[in-house]
């Protein structure tokens, strides 16, 4: 079995160009676009590279009036000094990703269609302010998924039953603006 492990660890890393993240490292799309912020902050040429690495392997594509930020993070990477050992690939469907802001006491709210008996994810990283609601519901206004984002990070996941576009919904119920990153599948 840790046989098993290492062989697919090996076989990541050289999928995605030897960019392999901490144990530490985001999990999630959410997470590595806020780690990626971060990273940009601290001018941190390293941890950024990553993030646009992180990006790429998984084929995350921003959503409109949203930059493409693999790029951006990779070219100022680079000229921070940053080497890029990925290869580049094309990209075709996949995850997309928005970095929004919500008033306190407002919501934000966007259409997303998903597929029947595929599975559907829906990841929200909070980058400052105050707490978010996520609610997710379906043509007929049924809620599929409700979840406070918590820790800065919270999301829902679910097998739609019949192909579909869903309302996502995030309520901030504090008193503070809050900037986010919401990402789909």
């Not at 960019?19 to 676009?33: E, G, I, N, R, Y």
Request: hydrophobic fraction near 45%; aromatic fraction near 6%; proline fraction near 4%.
């Amino acid at each position: 079995m840790i046989r098993q492990i290492v062989i697919i660890s090996s076989l990541l890393a050289w999928a995605v160009g030897g960019a392999v993240l901490a144990a530490d490292a985001p999990k999630t799309l959410a997470q590595v676009l806020a780690a990626g912020e971060r990273a940009e902050a601290a001018k941190d040429a390293k941890e950024l590279m990553s993030a646009a690495a992180a990006l790429d392997a998984a084929g995350a594509h921003p959503e409109a009036d949203t930059p493409n930020l693999a790029r951006q993070w990779r070219a100022e990477a680079l000229a921070w000094g940053a080497k890029d050992d990925a290869p580049w690939r094309g990209r075709t469907l996949g995850p997309a990703y928005r970095r929004g802001r919500v008033g306190g006491h407002s919501t934000f709210t966007t259409r997303q269609s998903f597929n029947a008996g595929q599975s559907a994810e829906i990841s929200v990283a909070t980058l400052s302010g105050g707490p978010l609601d996520l609610s997710v519901r379906n043509d007929d206004g049924d809620r599929t998924c409700r979840v406070s984002v918590s820790e800065r990070e919270g999301g829902c996941r679910w097998i739609p039953v019949w192909t579909g576009v869903f309302t996502l919904t995030l309520d901030n119920t504090g008193d503070d603006a809050s900037v986010f990153y919401i990402v789909t599948n």
